[in-house]
């Protein structure tokens, strides 16, 4: 009875190895270093409102022009008192600007900057300007 159960145990433990995958092996005395993508920018402050609001460039995303060359377009976001708004769906390749009392940021679209848009800074919420008050 003894050999039945040992044969069972074995069986049992080969066949849990053979499913188990092996670790990829590293050199002996190396140790793990995560990678860090340093092309990726931290939160940069750019520019303070009159109201307090500070106005942040993000890591954004990266563009690529039809002639191959790659730009980082950046995302805003709004900070004041706590509060951290992330401007939707707008990626710009300059610093955005106020003009006249608006916060003002240039939509960029495969590294091509194009329409100005306004930011609210209660809402984060941007709008596009009409052409004749660029």
Same mark, same amino acid.
């Given at each position: 009875?003894? #050999?039945?159960? =040992?044969?069972?145990?074995?069986? *049992?433990?080969?066949?849990? =190895?053979? $499913?188990?995958?092996?670790?990829?092996?590293?050199?002996?005395? #190396?140790?793990?270093?995560?990678?860090? +993508?340093?092309?990726?920018?931290?939160? *940069?402050?750019?520019?303070?409102?009159?109201?307090?609001?500070?106005?942040?460039? *993000?890591?954004?995303?990266?563009?690529?022009?039809? #002639?191959?060359?790659?730009?980082?377009?950046?995302?805003?976001?709004?900070?004041?008192?706590?509060?951290?708004?992330?401007?939707?769906?707008?990626? *710009?390749? +300059?610093?955005?600007?106020?003009?006249?009392?608006?916060?003002?940021?240039?939509?960029? $679209?495969?590294?091509?900057?194009?329409?100005?848009?306004?930011?609210?800074?209660?809402?984060?919420?941007?709008?596009?300007?009409?052409?004749? $008050?660029?």
């Amino acid at each position: 009875m003894p #050999s039945v159960l =040992l044969r069972a145990i074995a069986v *049992t433990l080969i066949a849990a =190895l053979a $499913s188990c995958e092996a670790a990829p092996r590293r050199a002996a005395g #190396s140790i793990a270093i995560p990678v860090v +993508d340093a092309a990726v920018p931290a939160d *940069t402050h750019v520019l303070d409102l009159a109201d307090g609001t500070e106005v942040w460039l *993000t890591a954004g995303r990266m563009g690529k022009r039809a #002639s191959g060359e790659e730009c980082r377009e950046r995302g805003i976001a709004l900070r004041k008192e706590g509060r951290h708004l992330i401007v939707p769906l707008l990626y *710009t390749l +300059d610093t955005p600007t106020e003009r006249g009392g608006e916060l003002i940021a240039v939509l960029a $679209s495969d590294c091509i900057p194009g329409a100005a848009y306004r930011i609210d800074p209660l809402t984060g919420q941007p709008s596009r300007r009409d052409q004749a $008050s660029r």
